[in-house]
């Protein structure tokens, strides 16, 4: 379980009490996460805002607060790891992580799986829409 700095170094974690009593709007202080200090990099701020518009988009505030935004942060983060590192398990005796690990790793949760392979097949779509587009602009240079 990920645990949070405040301004005043005390750690809490994100779902103890103290932590909920501590995100009330009138105690509102500054939440640091530990591996990720003030000096956002670039990729971090794209992320962060990139979590926003999600959040957002699933019905959440247009200005979520930071710590809230954190924490939807750290629950994808160790998500993703989890997932990556269940796939790499399924396969090491191939040795390369396949597109059909994943699908393997989500095929009992059916809407999952329904809106992952819908999105394959759209991706495929637009690679074969792209090279359609670069052939045919091969040719109109050579015309030319």
């Known amino acids: 379980m990920a645990t949070y700095m405040k301004s005043d170094g005390v750690q809490v974690s ?3 009490k103290e932590n909920l009593i501590w995100l009330e709007p009138h105690k509102k202080q500054e939440l640091v996460h530990p591996n990720h200090q003030k000096p956002h990099s670039s990729a971090n701020v794209e992320f962060f805002r990139k979590i926003v518009s999600m959040m957002y988009g699933f019905g959440d ?20 790891t989890d997932m990556v590192h269940k796939a790499q398990d399924i ?15 989500i095929c009992k949760d059916t809407p999952k799986l329904i809106r992952c392979t819908e999105l394959l097949s759209m991706n495929e779509e637009l690679k ?13 240079a050579t015309v030319d």
Do not use: M, W
Request: aromatic share 10%; hydrophobic share 45%; no cysteine.
């Open 61 to 80: 505030d247009p200005n979520p607060l930071p710590e809230t935004v954190a924490l939807v942060e750290d629950i994808v983060v160790e998500y993703v």
């Open 14 to 16: 994100r779902f103890s």
């Open 91 to 105: 396969a090491s005796n191939r040795g390369k992580l396949l597109t059909e690990d994943f699908l393997f790793l």
């Open 128 to 140: 074969q829409a792209r090279k359609a587009f670069d052939v045919d602009e091969e040719k109109l």
